[in-house]
């Protein structure tokens, strides 16, 4: 994952981005209410049925668009991922998608190489930051929804209330020459693994 630049231009769009950098901390729905519905999407991806799975992910976009008061966004599910190979090695894919004007959100269920099921956490990853540009448009005051380190960090929280684990920050690295950031994983798993132990 990786941060958009902060725009070179444009006051309204720097302003912005910066607050919704800073706002990293956002509720999220009790784990109690969500953890079920990530189960159900466990079953359904393991069922290798879009039908079922797209029902899951409608019920949890329900769920969170009721707990933030905004409308609820639709959902579509796709097959394998849009993706862009460099001498038969892949180089991008895109796992999910939403459109602004119509507040639908679209997720691929198979990989681009081997066109396998998608796994059920990445479903999830997905669909909670799709979910994430809907609240940020709707909800936030963030019509732009840039990618930002706040923007990571309200998604990460909302993944690990569904998934039902103890909160820890992202970890990430120093501006790049672009004043981008990277997420640094090695540390981030070391936080998660903390996390752990002290629950």
């Known amino acids: 994952m990786k941060t958009d630049r902060r725009p070179s231009r444009g006051k309204a ?35 290798e049925a879009r039908v079922p799975l797209n029902k899951v ?23 394998v991922r849009p993706h862009r190979t460099y001498e038969g090695v892949l180089a991008s894919e895109l796992l999910g998608d939403y459109t602004f004007k ?11 190489m081997q066109r396998r099921w998608t796994s059920s956490r990445t479903l999830l990853s997905t669909l909670c930051h799709e979910f994430m540009h809907h609240l940020d448009a709707c909800h936030l005051g963030f019509p732009s929804s840039f990618h930002t380190i706040g923007f990571f960090e309200r998604t990460h929280r909302l993944y690990l209330g569904v998934t039902g684990q103890p909160h ?28 752990q132990e002290v629950e």
């Open 57 to 79: 992910c409608k019920q949890l976009l329900d769920r969170f668009s009721e707990f933030y008061a905004v409308p609820p966004p639709s959902v579509k599910l796709l097959g």
């Open 13 to 47: 769009r720097q302003t912005e981005y910066d607050a919704s950098s800073r706002l990293t901390e956002i509720a999220v729905p009790l784990s109690a209410s969500l953890t079920p519905m990530f189960e159900s999407l466990e079953i359904a991806r393991d069922g």
């Open 102 to 112: 119509l507040t639908q959100i679209r997720l691929w269920t198979r990989t681009p």
């Open 168 to 195: 820890y920050p992202l970890a990430w690295s120093a501006p790049d020459g672009h004043g981008s950031c990277t997420i640094d994983w090695p540390e981030t798993n070391r936080r998660k693994r903390r996390a």
